[in-house]
């Protein structure tokens, strides 16, 4: 079965800073997506940025990138050059692949507050 | 062009009673997913739609709750009976399917069962 563990469930940051968010995740797929989400207070789920088993870069989406630690099953989240406006739930995520679905299983998520 | 939408954006309701969530994918996206999300936990997934069919149910709690998507489009998530342990967000996402392809979620409906 998978599953997702992000042990910080509280994160703070000061304003300009860069931040980690971390995420492992357990599976025996060998091909596997990971995503992270950020869900402000609004409640909406929107998409950051994703990372395929097999990419042997690191993502990256303009402030965002993520470190993939394949042998470590690590998927940590990057955020550089914090803004007020990143405040917000933030969720890791992985998609495999079973027959035809590919649901996603979800992390409990860390609140990333960022200071002024 | 428009994102998914879900409506109603709130719904209370008593124990006992019947209510229906209803999702609205993006144009051309044939996959259709339904997860819920408790209080601080992050999204569990309930039921997969590719095209007109459940695929996948297997995330659906017990007999109570059913979903159908009968044009391959809008989705209802049907609950009977709720349940106080009913209450959370109710979040329809959709794609083009496949491994590599991002989910894309709706604002979700808040399920408040009294």
């Known amino acids: 079965a998978q599953k997702i563990t992000q042990t910080q469930p509280g994160m703070f940051v000061q304003e300009k800073e860069a931040v980690t968010l971390d995420c492992t995740y357990d599976?025996?797929?060998?091909?596997?997506?990971l995503f992270w989400y950020k869900q402000p207070s609004s409640g909406e789920m929107i998409f950051l940025i994703y990372?395929?088993?097999?990419?042997?870069q690191n993502a990256t989406e303009g402030r965002y990138s993520l470190n993939f630690q394949k042998a470590r099953k690590s998927a940590n989240l990057v955020i550089s050059a914090s803004q007020l406006g990143d405040s917000a739930m933030y969720f890791c995520?992985?998609?495999?692949?079973?027959?035809?679905?590919?649901?996603?299983?979800f992390g409990k998520g860390t609140l990333l507050t960022v200071n002024p | 062009g428009a994102g998914v939408s879900q409506t109603p954006s709130n719904k209370v309701t008593e124990k006992g009673k019947y209510v229906e969530l209803r999702c609205d994918p993006i144009?051309?996206?044939?996959?259709l997913y339904w997860y819920r999300q408790s209080l601080g936990q992050g999204p569990e997934f309930l039921i997969y739609?590719?095209?007109?069919?459940?695929?996948?149910d297997s995330g659906l709690p017990n007999d109570r709750f059913f979903a159908v998507r009968p044009e391959g489009s809008v989705s209802t998530l049907k609950i009977q009976r709720t349940e106080r342990g009913d209450s959370a967000v109710y979040l329809c996402?959709?794609?083009?399917?496949?491994?590599?392809?991002?989910?894309?979620f709706g604002p979700g409906t808040r399920l408040t069962v009294l």
């Open positions: 996402a959709s794609s083009y399917g496949g491994l590599y392809n991002e989910q894309f």
């Open positions: 995520a992985m998609k495999r692949r079973g027959g035809s679905n590919y649901k996603l299983t």
């Open positions: 144009s051309g996206h044939t996959a």
């Open positions: 599976t025996s797929d060998q091909s596997y997506g």
């Open positions: 990372q395929g088993s097999y990419d042997e």
């Open positions: 739609f590719q095209g007109t069919g459940a695929a996948d």
